[in-house]
């Protein structure tokens, strides 16, 4: 079943045919995919999604398949359908008294950036695209890379020089050419969008797949609703980098409503920094619409975008939905990371310390009702960002191997606790 018709500007209307383009010819704004909406009535019900796969594939009648396409040929490792998990040691801590987290630290290549790229290369496939690439702040050069190799696609991944070396040896075991650029993220997406133009052959996830690769997100806020019992969150705290993914959690709690999957109800969305590269919360912060482009420093790597392309449409969705944005520090991230690990069994990575930081304070501020469903969003796991724990989780005793010196050391702590 098909239920794509075309592409259309976010700014100006304009349709075009389905194909390799990600901006208006006419005013270069975005493009965006078009359904039908009247065959997705049809088609899309509570018992064809529960039939699926346990996979972001269950939601396929609401994504941008390409006509054509089949099942098989679906560039797929599994992503999505991670656990929607009650919270009530961290909201406790929060004084929220109905938290929950979408463990996004579960997927493939453990971030949510598998959802994008599934449905990303699926399209490229169907495009005729050879090779995968993107620009990448990390989690999305691993994400790529993998699902390039698990399909037979050649891939090419860049990424800024600087990255976290995990996230470089997670990348470069797949295979893929991996491209160091002396640079940062804004540089190599520049870079990215130049090559494009060169080659139709190559799929840049990101840049020329992007109104494909965005519709990947929307899972997210699908599963969010499915899991809850087909019902909406209150309140919905998601990272930003380029601000895609909170935009698109938006976009499913409207098509589930449109749908009638779930019955009508506010929702609240709210967006969350680091304070070293916070160009859309402090614009929020400050009451405008424009975003000014900053120069990233922090130790969330994978939220380091300085010049966000959907800046402007997070802010429309916070404002219009009445949530808020905040941005933390680097140490507070760190420390949001084991407070989530200590309360909840989750190992989230900087993305997720921001999240949980940014909760916190808008619970302290009064901007969460202590009462309303929360959702945090925890898109990447831990193993990815260990050197920012450096000194915060090392052993708690160092003894010899003698029963004398466990038990003393373990008493040794019982009187100082
Ligand atoms: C772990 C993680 N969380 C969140 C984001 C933010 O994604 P978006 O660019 O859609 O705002 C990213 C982006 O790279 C990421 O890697
Ligand atoms: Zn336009």
């Known amino acids: 079943m098909n239920v794509v018709q075309g592409l259309k500007c976010r700014e100006c209307g304009r349709e075009v045919a389905v194909g390799p383009v990600h901006v208006c010819e006419f005013c270069f704004g ?15 019900t509570r018992e064809a999604i529960t039939a699926g796969p346990p996979s972001l594939w269950r939601y396929a009648d609401l994504l ?51 959802r994008v790229v599934s449905v990303a290369l699926s399209a490229a496939r169907r495009l005729g695209m050879t090779t995968a690439a993107c620009a990448s702040t990390g989690n999305l050069a691993q994400s790529v890379a993998a699902h390039a190799a698990g399909s037979g696609m050649d891939s090419c991944v860049l990424i800024p020089a600087d990255l976290e070396e995990a996230k470089v040896m997670a990348t470069a075991v797949y295979g893929t050419r991996l491209v160091a650029v002396d640079g940062n993220y804004d540089d190599v997406n520049r870079l990215c969008g130049e090559i494009a133009s060169e080659d139709d052959d190559w799929g840049f996830v990101n840049v020329n797949l992007r109104p494909y690769y965005a519709e990947g997100s929307k899972t997210i ?37 449109q749908l009638g999957l779930v019955d009508d109800a506010p929702w609240r969305i709210s967006g969350a920094q680091a304070t070293g590269c916070s160009p859309i919360a402090t614009a929020f912060k400050s009451g405008v619409d424009a975003i000014r482009p900053v120069r990233p420093d922090t130790v969330a790597k994978s939220l380091a975008i300085g010049d966000p392309a959907d ?64 959702v945090a969003v925890i898109s990447g796991h831990g193993l990815k960002t260990l050197p920012v724990l450096q000194g915060r989780a090392t052993p708690t005793h160092t003894i010899v191997p003698t029963l004398d010196a466990f038990h003393s050391a373990l008493a040794i702590q019982e009187v100082h606790a």
């Open 311 to 374: 800046g402007y449409y997070a802010l429309d969705v916070v404002h219009r939905t009445g949530g808020a944005m905040e941005d933390v520090s680097d140490p507070e991230i760190a420390e949001a990371i084991l407070l989530l690990a200590r309360t909840e069994g989750v190992f989230a990575e900087t993305a997720g310390g921001v999240t949980v930081a940014v909760l916190a304070k808008l619970a302290a501020a009064g901007k969460i009702d202590p009462d309303e469903r929360t």
């Open 30 to 44: 975005p493009l965006e995919v078009v359904y039908d909406h009247d065959r997705q009535r049809r088609v899309v």
């Open 221 to 257: 806020g699908f599963e969010i609703a499915e899991q809850l019992g087909w019902r909406l969150p209150a309140h919905v705290v998601a990272p930003m980098a380029s601000g895609s993914m909170l935009v698109k959690i938006d976009k499913a709690f409207r098509e589930f409503t």
């Open 64 to 114: 941008p398949v390409l006509p054509g396409a089949t099942p098989q040929e679906r560039v797929d490792l599994g992503a999505g359908f991670t656990p929607l998990v009650p919270a009530p040691r961290l909201g406790a801590a929060l004084g929220l008294r109905d938290l929950w987290l979408k463990n996004d630290t579960l997927n493939p290549t453990n971030s949510f950036k598998d």
